[in-house]
């Protein structure tokens, strides 16, 4: 009996087994990627939330690493498919990952430019860990370990949004501050508002734990879902919405971090990521069935 690849080949029944393992292979090779990603996905989480990049080389080398094997899984892959593996959505996604890894590589060797990293490093895990769903894996073990992780994941998301509100609530305030000091005007309401460096730091917390649980929560999310239906979820607009909102957020504290964002832009900045938490707070009402079922 012939077997046919995707790109119609035909093979052998004793060539079967072999094909199957090296279809598993660059599967591996990419999920022991997207975890030598996760190093540099530590790396911007500390750098946001200590506004130091102490964990910046380990991080490099990790990511070199798995950028690496990343290229690895692609060829393997291209080699079992017989063309560039772009067929899909996880295998774009994937392929656009590790281009933009390499990416990264290119111009952190010519330029050094390390703080592209507190964005461009938490871009590639999640998009390599998208990429790396494309095979399922075995259901939940329990019905309590599957209520349990979609309870911590809209723990998390919940937390998130509450940070995100009290960013966009410290960033009008630090408008109407700054407005009134430059106004040099008189009033009850102003005089009672914390000085700008008070808000500014406020925001400045607030904005990095509401990044770093949005970051853990689009993970778990991510997980919960693959584990829960398979790949049927990516195609489901609410994650759309979602995967943008997480992108806004990780927008915003790269522009506050690393290009100094301040005042009226950053404000602007914040009630735009807050407005999406919105949206995607009410696309997934749905989940409540999920979680008390």
């Known amino acids: 009996m012939l077997w046919v690849n995707r790109a119609g080949v035909s093979y052998a029944d004793a060539e079967v087994d072999k094909l199957g393992n090296m279809q598993s292979m660059w599967m591996f090779w990419l999920r022991v990627a997207v975890v030598l990603y996760s190093v540099g996905l530590l790396h911007a989480i500390l750098t946001v939330l200590r506004r130091e990049s102490t964990w910046f080389r380990p991080a490099l080398a990790a990511f070199m690493a798995g950028t690496l094997l990343h290229m690895v899984a ?3 892959l291209w080699m079992f498919i017989g063309h560039l593996p772009a067929d899909n959505f996880f295998e774009s996604v994937s392929l656009c990952a590790f281009l933009i890894a390499l990416f990264y590589l290119v111009v952190y060797w010519r330029y050094q430019f390390a703080s592209l990293a507190v964005f461009l490093y938490p871009l590639v895990f999640l998009m390599a860990l998208l990429g790396a769903t494309e095979i399922p894996v ?10 349990t992780w979609l309870l911590a994941h809209v723990a998390m998301v919940m937390l998130g949004y509450a940070a995100l509100l009290v960013t966009a609530l410290a960033s009008l305030f630090y408008l109407m501050q700054e407005r009134r ?22 925001i400045n917390q607030s904005m990095a734990f509401g990044f770093v649980l949005l970051t ?3 993970i778990a999310g991510s997980t919960w879902a ?26 915003m504290v790269f522009l506050r971090t690393s290009a100094g964002w301040r005042g009226r832009k950053a404000a602007v900045m914040s009630l735009t990521v807050l407005g999406c938490s919105a949206l995607t707070w009410v696309a997934h009402i749905g989940l409540r069935s999920s979680l008390l079922r």
């Open 74 to 76: 692609i060829v393997e």
């Open 138 to 147: 075995a259901r939940w073990t329990s019905e309590s370990v599957r209520d």
């Open 226 to 251: 693959f584990v829960e239906s398979g790949t049927r979820w990516i195609g489901e607009p609410k994650i759309a919405i979602s995967l943008l909102t997480w992108v806004l957020c990780l927008v």
């Open 216 to 218: 853990l929560a689009t």
């Open 181 to 202: 000091l430059k106004s040099k005007a008189v009033s009850p309401l102003f005089d009672r508002l914390p000085p700008l460096g008070t808000l500014d730091d406020l």
